[in-house]
């Protein structure tokens, strides 16, 4: 008899407890956010798709060379008097693409790096597959128009 | 002086009301219950459809009076088709005897709290109907819990009404409150126990965590109303609340002094409890794990119908000695 008392009172405890820590966390400020409309901001090492300074890249191609998927191809010419390498064409494959950053690590000038795109999804496949990294609104489409309503 | 006709009149008004009532309300408890649990877990809850999610549920309901009605071809189509019904009907009736101002009842029956009580014990039957004429274990399963659930809470919940009637000596909604008038019943040791005996068997009067026996996702798909879908379903989801707020109101009427407070409109201050109390259940809800269906028959007979009686002992006694 006197244990079952116990027993009861106990359980009441633990379920005033349990109450406590719910009540608590709503009190809280909520974890999620209200994803189309706000958009989280990446990690400072977020690796996302791969991206290019063309002012900065000498053309050395050590990136190409270092991918582990050959994702990445570049075209150069050299000026036969100064031996400097000009940048022809630089194409990305964003299909073949491990996010890996190794192209970001061994590029001397600081030319290439992976920037904070996560919502990578493309119409038609040839489009992710030949991505030119010299032009300049290469990655325009992946941020959607402003949607209705949308918060900073 | 008499006219039937104008009290006639009076009467479809004020049952257009409480039908208006019984849909709004449910509707915004559906809400408050999403963002209450929302808050629990530190989600957002619906915040898309209108100013924080308000309208989300006017959405659903057009969403499920859209729907298809889909029966089970094995069903015992005329049980099964009633069922909605002898559940959703006993709860919109129970609303008659809800005081919620010193004026705004709709019938102030001399056995107010023996009407609400008898009547809602009717959605039993709808449950069991719906659980039989589903035709699938999952349902029959669950009607004979509810069943079962029912019938045991009933019994320390009646008793812990009794308290209530021998303190105020009267049935009627309106005489509890003003018995209480002179000073809430809560504040006497008796009545608190009172109180708690019956938040706990109320709570599993309506089926709720941690009393969901009925209902238990992982083990019965969804209980009783599995079958279901469009409109049908939709009156057993609206009763469910609506049921909710019937034990919310009967507790705030018994034990909390109703519509008494500090100001006019009294009828706020029965919101105000009222929705005080329903909000105290959701935490609840959100708290506590399911408990087993043996533990929780044993707890309405071995435990909550002991204290019931042994409180009505007490208060007996109280009320012979202070004479």
């Excluded at chain 1, 994702?71 to 390498?85: I, M, Q, S, V, Y």
């Excluded at chain 2, 009736?93 to 705004?104: Q, R, Y």
Aim: aromatic fraction near 12%; include cysteine; proline fraction near 5%.
């Amino acid at each position: 008899m006197l244990s079952k008392i116990n027993d009861i009172v106990a359980g009441f405890i633990s379920i005033l407890k349990g109450l406590a820590v719910t009540g608590k966390n709503m009190l809280k400020k909520p974890v999620t956010i209200q994803y189309p409309f706000e958009k989280p901001v990446m990690t400072e090492k977020f690796r996302g798709l791969v991206d290019l300074y063309p002012e900065k890249c000498i053309a050395c191609s050590q990136c190409v060379k270092i991918c582990p998927t050959a994702a990445l191809d570049l075209t150069a010419t050299t000026n036969p008097e100064t031996k400097k390498r000009f940048l022809g064409a630089f194409s990305y494959n964003g299909e073949l693409c491990c996010f890996c950053g190794l192209c970001q690590e061994v590029c001397p000038t600081a030319a290439m790096y992976l920037n904070k795109c996560y919502e990578v999804a493309y119409y038609k496949h040839g489009d992710l597959t030949k991505i030119d990294l010299l032009k300049a609104d290469k990655y325009q489409h992946l941020t959607p128009p402003k949607v209705k309503g949308l918060k900073k | 002086m008499n006219y039937p006709l104008i009290d006639l009149v009076f009467l479809v008004v004020k049952g257009v009301y409480i039908l208006a009532f019984f849909a709004v309300n449910a509707m915004f408890l559906i809400w408050l219950e999403r963002k209450v649990s929302a808050k629990v877990q530190n989600r957002l809850g619906p915040m898309v459809v209108g100013p924080h999610g308000s309208l989300q549920l006017i959405a659903d309901t057009v969403k499920l009076l859209l729907k298809e009605n889909i029966v089970p071809s094995s069903a015992d189509r005329f049980v099964w088709w009633l069922a909605p019904f002898f559940v959703a009907v006993p709860t919109i009736a129970a609303f008659l005897c809800v005081p919620f101002s010193n004026v705004w009842i709709v019938r102030d029956l001399n056995v107010g709290v023996l009407f609400i009580c008898s009547i809602t014990s009717v959605c039993v039957l709808g449950v069991f109907m719906a659980g039989w004429g589903s035709n699938n274990k999952y349902s029959l399963l669950g009607g004979m819990r509810a069943a079962a659930q029912i019938i045991s809470y009933e019994v320390p919940l009646l008793l812990s009404v009794l308290v209530i009637i021998m303190e105020a000596g009267t049935l009627s909604m309106q005489g509890i409150v003003h018995a209480q008038e002179a000073g809430l019943f809560l504040l006497k040791p008796n009545v608190m126990v009172a109180f708690l005996v019956y938040l706990i068997s109320a709570t599993a009067e309506v089926n709720r965590v941690p009393f969901d026996i009925p209902e238990a996702e992982s083990e019965l798909v969804s209980g009783y109303h599995t079958e279901y879908s469009g409109m049908k379903f939709a009156m057993f989801f609206l009763a469910e609340y609506a049921n909710l707020f019937i034990i919310s109101a009967v507790a705030a009427t018994l034990f909390l002094g109703g519509w008494i407070g500090f100001f006019r409109p009294s009828a706020v201050w029965f919101l105000l409890k009222v929705y005080g109390i329903i909000s105290f259940l959701m935490w609840v809800r959100w708290t506590l794990p399911r408990v087993r269906m043996d533990q929780m028959m044993a707890f309405a007979w071995k435990i909550l119908t002991p204290i019931a009686l042994v409180n009505i002992l007490v208060t007996g006694l109280l009320l012979v000695l202070k004479g």
